[in-house]
């Protein structure tokens, strides 16, 4: 049987049936494979063309979207996991948490650094490119995991310190909540929580009306920039439901009582799968110079005789007769 610790008290959860379980684990695993697929061919054509390694906006997004790979197939493994051996061994499920929370928290700080170099590409581009350099984009990267491991490592610390070592050798539910358990770990992750919400928000109505007001002035699509604006916004603020999710499930448990795992379902779904599902629309499909590249490969539409290795190839043999 399942239990779930609902503001200090425990609440017993009905299990899934088997039919139940199945349906959603199979719908959380094509899920996965899906939006892997599309990511994993993003980094492909990324990989092969020298046009956006130069380029911060696309290393931030092919950052995120290699941060989306890593958090779908831990946070799939870990939601089957749950499924079919409901218990794991403590140490190995902190290694799983640390992998699968990282690129979670990674997220929306990615998002909010891709908030700020649209920001000083539209209002500012005379400094564009001294400021937005390949140099500087790693560099941010590198301050976003460090940021990110706030989230986690301290949590870490605090269970070594309060736990004893059996603790690490037994068998727990793998979840945040029930490994990191401690008082300490709960009040640091909503402070951690509420103090990004805020910076991230704050990054967010700042950068993206800046650039709605410049974008009135001096852009003649407006109704696209309008769109892609609001498509960034609808991704963040689903990223941000990282940091009330919880809470959230736990309030419509009290109305909801016989339907906690749909509900811990639903959430899962819409706070981990569909904003990796928005990522790859709003900053790789509907990009003009990504997608002339991309759509080549994400079909499997490539021609031999369209490939570039191919049309290299017959240069040089026409070379060669000649």
Partial sequence: MNFS????????????????????????????ISINYINGTLIHTFRKHEVFHSSSRYILFIHLVINDMIQ?????????????????????CI??????????YNTPLNLAGMAVECY????????????????????LIGLIWVLSS?????????????????????????????????SYSLKKKDAYNG??????????????????????????????????????????LLCMLTYVRSVFVKSLAYFLPNHVRNLRFAAYVIVHIIPRFVSPIVYGLRDQTFRKHVKRYLLFK?????HPEFVVSTTRRTMKLQ
Wanted: some cysteine.
């Fill in 95 to 104: 290694i799983m948490l640390i992998f699968t929370l990282l690129p979670t």
């Fill in 195 to 236: 103090v990004c919400l805020t910076l991230v928000w704050l990054t967010l109505f700042y950068t993206y009306l800046r650039i709605v007001f410049t974008a009135r002035g001096v852009t003649q699509d407006i109704k696209k920039s309008r769109n892609t604006i609001l498509l960034h916004g609808f991704q963040l």
């Fill in 120 to 139: 000083m590409a539209v209002c500012i581009p005379l400094r564009y490119k001294q400021i937005c350099t390949v140099k500087n984009t790693y560099i």
């Fill in 302 to 306: 490539v021609s031999s005789r369209n």
């Fill in 72 to 92: 779908l197939v831990m946070a799939g493994l870990l939601y089957v996991i749950s499924f079919a051996l409901f218990t794991i061994n403590v140490s190995l």
């Fill in 5 to 32: 610790s609902l503001n200090g008290s425990s609440v017993m959860i009905p299990p899934d049936t088997f039919a139940s379980g199945v349906t959603k684990n199979v719908i959380v695993t094509a899920l996965c």
């Fill in 150 to 182: 706030f989230s986690i490592l301290p949590d870490l610390f605090i269970l070594m310190a309060t736990e004893q070592p059996q603790f690490f050798l037994s068998r727990q539910f793998c979840s945040r909540d029930y490994v990191f358990r401690s």
